[in-house]
C-alpha cells in the first residue's frame, strides 16, 4: 500500500472515529436525565376520602408514567447515585394560606425492608412554581428500594407541614387544602450531572421559581405505606 492509500485510509478513520465520538456523545447527553412523570391534575377532599388502597394518595400510574423509563436505574446510566428534580406548580389552593406539602412516593418492581421511599416537595402556601433537588441516596427509605429492578409507579401524598402523618384529608379544617390543582413534574438526573430545564418537554420559560435544597432540610417520614 502507497503512501497516498495510506493517508486516505487514515483520514477516513479519524473522520470515522470523530463521528463515533459524537454519536456516543450525543447518547451520554440524552441520558443525563428523564422525565419520570409529569401530572396535572385536581384533588378534592371527595378524592382523598376515596383514593385506594390510602386515603389522600393520588397514583401515578400506567399512562402518566414515562413508558421509556430505564428497567435499571444503576446501570449504564447511573441515576440512584444522581438526584430528582421535583417542579410543583400549584395552580390552584384555597384562600388563607395554610402550609402544605406533598410526599414523592416510588413504588419498585422490587424492594426490601419497608419496600418503598419518598421524598418531599417544598412546603408552599400560595400558588406559584416551586422546585428542588434532592439526592437520591438521602430521602427516607431509599434503601428499601432495588434499584436496578426499576420502579413501576408513583405515589403522591398530599399533606401539612406537621409531619410524615400529617395527610390533609385527616384535617378538620381540610377546606384548607382543597380542591386543588397541581401540575408535578419528576426528573431524574445521574450521578455527576445537573438538571437542565431546557431538556424537559413542554415546560413554560421559568420565572420567579422557588429553588430549595434538600441538604438544608431534616431526615422525616414523609409516608405510611399504602395498605393493600
Same mark, same amino acid.
Given at each position: 500500500?502507497?503512501?497516498?492509500?495510506?493517508? *486516505?485510509?487514515? #483520514?477516513?478513520?479519524?473522520?470515522?472515529?470523530?463521528?463515533?465520538?459524537?454519536?456516543?456523545?450525543?447518547? +451520554?447527553? /440524552?441520558?443525563?436525565?428523564?422525565?419520570? &412523570?409529569?401530572?396535572?391534575? +385536581?384533588?378534592? @377532599?371527595?378524592?382523598?376520602?376515596?383514593?385506594?388502597?390510602?386515603?389522600?394518595?393520588?397514583?401515578?400510574?400506567?399512562?402518566?408514567?414515562?413508558?421509556?423509563?430505564? @428497567?435499571?436505574?444503576?446501570?449504564? !446510566?447511573?441515576?440512584?447515585?444522581? +438526584?430528582?428534580? !421535583?417542579?410543583?406548580?400549584?395552580?390552584?389552593?384555597?384562600?388563607?394560606?395554610?402550609?402544605?406539602?406533598?410526599?414523592?412516593?416510588? *413504588?419498585?418492581?422490587?424492594?426490601?425492608?419497608? #419496600?418503598?421511599?419518598?421524598?418531599?416537595?417544598?412546603?408552599?402556601?400560595?400558588?406559584?412554581?416551586?422546585?428542588?433537588? *434532592?439526592?437520591?441516596? @438521602?430521602?427516607? /427509605?431509599?434503601?428499601?428500594? !432495588?434499584?436496578?429492578?426499576? *420502579? $413501576?409507579?408513583?405515589?403522591?401524598?398530599?399533606?401539612?407541614?406537621? #409531619?410524615?402523618?400529617?395527610?390533609?384529608?385527616?384535617?378538620?379544617?381540610?377546606? @384548607? &387544602?382543597? =380542591?386543588?390543582?397541581?401540575?408535578? +413534574? %419528576?426528573?431524574? %438526573?445521574?450521578?455527576?450531572? $445537573?438538571?437542565?430545564?431546557?431538556?424537559?418537554?413542554?415546560?413554560?420559560?421559568?420565572? #420567579?421559581?422557588?429553588?430549595?435544597?434538600?441538604?438544608?432540610?431534616?431526615?422525616? /417520614? =414523609?409516608?405510611?405505606?399504602?395498605?393493600?
Amino acid at each position: 500500500m502507497n503512501w497516498t492509500i495510506c493517508r *486516505i485510509v487514515r #483520514g477516513s478513520l479519524s473522520v470515522w472515529t470523530g463521528l463515533v465520538t459524537l454519536w456516543l456523545g450525543s447518547l +451520554t447527553a /440524552q441520558a443525563e436525565q428523564f422525565v419520570v &412523570f409529569d401530572a396535572t391534575f +385536581t384533588f378534592t @377532599k371527595e378524592d382523598a376520602d376515596n383514593s385506594k388502597p390510602s386515603p389522600s394518595h393520588y397514583y401515578v400510574r400506567d399512562k402518566l408514567m414515562n413508558s421509556e423509563r430505564p @428497567k435499571d436505574w444503576t446501570s449504564p !446510566v447511573d441515576y440512584r447515585n444522581g +438526584t430528582a428534580h !421535583v417542579r410543583l406548580e400549584v395552580l390552584e389552593k384555597p384562600a388563607g394560606g395554610e402550609a402544605t406539602t406533598w410526599s414523592v412516593c416510588y *413504588i419498585p418492581n422490587k424492594g426490601r425492608d419497608k #419496600g418503598y421511599g419518598c421524598f418531599n416537595t417544598p412546603v408552599y402556601k400560595d400558588v406559584g412554581i416551586f422546585e428542588q433537588d *434532592i439526592p437520591m441516596t @438521602k430521602f427516607w /427509605q431509599n434503601e428499601s428500594i !432495588v434499584w436496578d429492578q426499576g *420502579i $413501576k409507579e408513583m405515589h403522591l401524598v398530599i399533606k401539612d407541614n406537621s #409531619g410524615g402523618s400529617g395527610h390533609a384529608h385527616k384535617r378538620q379544617d381540610h377546606e @384548607k &387544602f382543597f =380542591p386543588t390543582k397541581v401540575r408535578m +413534574t %419528576v426528573i431524574q %438526573v445521574s450521578a455527576g450531572s $445537573k438538571y437542565d430545564a431546557n431538556l424537559v418537554p413542554n415546560l413554560p420559560p421559568a420565572k #420567579g421559581n422557588s429553588l430549595n435544597s434538600a441538604k438544608d432540610e431534616k431526615p422525616g /417520614q =414523609p409516608n405510611e405505606k399504602s395498605k393493600k
